[in-house]
């Protein structure tokens, strides 16, 4: 099937790390992306990793992909009350024009 | 600011109504895309132009249409609507194969 499958809740306290999880379906996927969207707002572009890569780290972030177990992580580190909103993961298939989104993932920051 | 811009931010209307939505893709960017984003369904893909030609369709009801223009803005007519059709409705574009695509602010349909 097409899915992307991702864990509709998490919660952390402040300060804690976060990992979100997401599990896809197409191997010969090319980019695998990480997108956050708040309260009211549109979907904002956090990360990206090229499926020839293990990880990518930016700041506070980390992506993970296992490409034998098509799965991909987030990790943010030191989250915090701002971090609160969903996360989507999507696949990008080859030969472009075919990206396919998860449900996300709501993510409660407790303080 | 991702560059995509989208009007009008909020829109109420009737049922059986017809609304047109607008969007302006990322300056260069010939790719745009449509999404509906309802509490009970996530976010469902709906179509995607590419250079003014329908690329991919979605989930797109027959009641809905889009359409690409020569300067690349893109416009999503939704008619004979239903209060189900009540939705956050994102455009998104993206420049090359690559289709890492940037989300617009969105606009939030209301059917009354």
């Known amino acids: 099937g097409e899915d992307v499958e991702q864990s509709l809740f998490l919660s952390v306290r402040e300060g804690d790390s976060s990992v979100i999880n997401c599990t896809y379906t197409d191997s010969s996927s090319t980019y695998l992306y990480w997108y956050k969207q708040e309260p009211g707002a549109g979907l904002q572009l956090l990360t990206y990793i090229f499926s020839n890569m293990d990880m990518k780290q930016d700041q506070r972030l980390t992506v993970l992909l296992n490409k034998k177990d098509k799965h991909l992580s987030l990790r943010i580190a030191d989250t915090q009350t701002g971090d609160s909103a969903i996360y989507f993961c999507?696949?990008?298939?080859?030969?472009?024009?075919?990206?396919?989104f998860g449900a996300g993932t709501r993510l409660f920051v407790k303080a | 600011d991702s560059g995509v811009t989208q009007t009008p931010k909020h829109l109420i209307t009737a049922t059986g109504q017809r609304v047109t939505l607008r969007c302006s893709p990322r300056?260069?960017?010939?790719?745009v895309y449509w999404y509906q984003q309802s509490l009970d369904q996530g976010l469902q893909f709906l179509i995607h132009?590419?250079?003014?030609?329908?690329?991919a369709k979605g989930n797109i009801l027959e009641r809905f249409s889009a359409q690409q223009f020569p300067d690349l803005h893109s416009e999503l007519n939704l008619s004979s609507l239903e209060l189900g059709d009540s939705a956050l409705y994102f455009c998104?574009?993206?420049?090359?194969?690559?289709?890492?695509?940037?989300f617009g602010p969105g606009t939030r349909l209301t059917v009354l």
């Open positions: 998104a574009s993206s420049g090359t194969d690559q289709d890492t695509q940037y």
């Open positions: 132009y590419y250079n003014g030609e329908e690329r």
């Open positions: 999507a696949e990008s298939r080859p030969g472009g024009f075919k990206t396919i």
């Open positions: 300056s260069g960017d010939l790719s």
